[in-house]
């Protein structure tokens, strides 16, 4: 079945430095979406991604979506305290339209 | 609004109990899911509800889990005979049906209910 791998597992980074996490799955994807949990929280949906190439901004959150439509992966410029949690991305194949498999994620922490 | 809500957050049961977990989607949402998350790792796919069609159980780990969505509203998990390795947090998300094509439904997760098996 359809695997979605994540890395890195854990990122520390010193507030001000940049973040990224990567996102690879085995099969082509027809969207994939990014979610944030913050601790003892939910995941709560940030971007979906749909055309291959496609970057999308959010203030300093940049997202990717890979030519192939494969990988993904999701940049923060300048990272501050509020932005520790886990991200999660999650991959939508082309033989169902509702299921989305979700990556391990990636837990960002922060040093200030 | 109100969003996804769950019910209970925490439960604590012991080994070979029934669990029974609830989940309130948002008003007009007619997709409903269930995840399972253990520590540390992503979200597992359980089952996957729309409308009135027949349930997606693809993801439930075995025949002690069950799912029911009466109404076309509310849900309710159920674990028989629970085991330890059922201790995890039940995740609930509900959307609204994706476009025709390829759904870009965005999915909005409750709070999640914590379940320890002693």
């Known amino acids: 079945g359809q695997q979605v791998m994540q890395i890195p597992q854990y990122q520390h980074v010193q507030e001000g430095e940049d973040f990224t996490t990567y996102c690879n799955s085995s099969t082509t994807l027809s969207n994939i979406q990014w979610y944030k949990q913050r601790p003892g929280g939910h995941p709560v949906f940030l971007i979906q991604?749909?055309?291959?190439?496609e970057v999308k901004k959010q203030k300093r959150l940049t997202f990717q979506f890979g030519e192939a439509k494969k990988n993904s992966s999701l940049h923060i410029t300048a990272t501050q305290t509020t932005d520790v949690g886990t991200y999660f991305c999650a991959g939508r194949g082309w033989s169902s339209n509702y299921k989305l498999t979700f990556g391990k994620g990636t837990l960002l922490t922060v040093n200030p | 609004g109100a969003g996804v809500s769950q019910s209970p957050s925490n439960k604590v049961t012991e080994k070979g109990k029934d669990v029974e977990l609830r989940c309130d989607p948002i008003s007009g949402h007619t997709a409903l899911y269930w995840y399972r998350q253990s520590l540390g790792q992503g979200l597992e796919f359980l089952i996957y509800?729309?409308?009135?069609?027949?349930?997606?159980k693809s993801g439930l780990p075995s025949d002690r889990f069950s799912a029911e969505r009466t109404g076309g509203s509310v849900s309710t998990l159920t674990i028989q005979r629970t085991q330890q390795e059922d201790s995890a947090v039940y995740l609930c998300?509900?959307?609204?049906?994706?476009?025709?094509?390829?759904?870009?439904?965005?999915?909005?997760f409750g709070p999640g209910t914590r379940l320890t098996v002693l």
């Open positions: 991604l749909v055309k291959s190439g």
């Open positions: 998300a509900s959307s609204l049906p994706g476009t025709s094509g390829r759904g870009t439904d965005t999915q909005y």
């Open positions: 509800f729309q409308g009135n069609s027949a349930p997606d």
